[in-house]
T-cell receptor, first 118, second 113 residues
Framework: KAGVTQTPRYLIKTRGQQVTLSCSPI?????VSWYQQTPGQGLQFLFE???????NKGNFPGRFSGRQFSNSRSEMNVSTLELGDSALYLC?????????????????FGAGSRLTVL | DQQVKQNSPSLSVQEGRISILNCDYT??????FLWYKKYPAEGPTFLIS?????DKNEDGRFTVFLNKSAKHLSLHIVPSQPGDSAVYFC????????????FGTGTLLAVQP
């Protein structure tokens, strides 16, 4: 089974630009979550999608948005980039949704998209 | 407000010895805890988990201990191997509250040959 695939792996943008990151979940997984990893902050939850609907959203400004398509693939978008948005953006998938993260609901992460904002 | 805290940014141990990684949490609603391991240029991978109804869970060289009264959990790796060198993240979830994982800031483990 192929893992979670994220593209692009690396990208450089300048302040004020926008960026779109893509995530293809494991086949059969219907839930996709996005996390931001920065030094000293660990992984911060951005949002989770299940069946094309956003199920939960973290404490991030409205510049951060996402969507999920009917094939479970997901994209996240960051508009009006700021220097502080430089981070590793991780996508994770699991079979179901809800607050249990065991068994088939273990989150499986992709390798991430490293965004640098200059 | 860091609900899951890993107060040791790094840890160095000798090969063959025990590695103990610690994690503290503040939210008493957390009832499921996980450890993830992350190598550079790779995504975090699930390592081991524990439900709040247990105080210990073992999987090979890895054991997680949970002390609910102290809101503390720890990951023991015995014996430590150089391949265990990675960043370890502690994470928690709360049933009935949200459907997201709250992660700590990670501990970089270096196992010296």
């Amino acid at each position: 089974k192929a893992g979670v695939t994220q593209t692009p792996r690396y990208l450089i943008k300048t302040r004020g630009q926008q960026v779109t990151l893509s995530c293809s979940p494991i086949s059969g997984h219907r839930s996709v979550s996005w996390y931001q990893q920065t030094p000293g902050q660990g992984l911060q939850f951005l949002f989770e999608y299940f069946s094309e609907t956003q199920r939960n959203k973290g404490n991030f400004p409205g510049r951060f948005s996402g969507r999920q398509f009917s094939n479970s693939r997901s994209e996240m978008n960051v508009s009006t980039l700021e220097l502080g948005d430089s981070a590793l953006y991780l996508c994770a998938s699991r079979e179901g949704q809800g607050a249990t993260f065991s068994g088939a609901n273990v989150l499986t992460f992709g390798a991430g998209s490293r965004l640098t904002v200059l | 407000d860091q609900q899951v805290k890993q107060n040791s940014p790094s840890l160095s141990v000798q090969e063959g010895r025990i590695s103990i990684l610690n994690c503290d949490y503040t939210n008493s609603m957390f009832d499921y805890f996980l450890w993830y391991k992350k190598y550079p240029a790779e995504g975090p991978t699930f390592l081991i988990s524990i439900s709040s109804i247990k105080d210990k869970n073992e999987d090979g060289r890895f054991t997680v201990f949970l002390n609910k009264s102290a809101k503390h959990l720890s990951l023991h790796i015995v014996p430590s191997q150089p391949g265990d060198s990675a960043v370890y993240f502690c994470a928690a979830s709360a049933i009935g509250a949200t459907n997201k994982l709250i992660f700590g800031t990670g501990t970089l483990l270096a196992v010296q040959p």
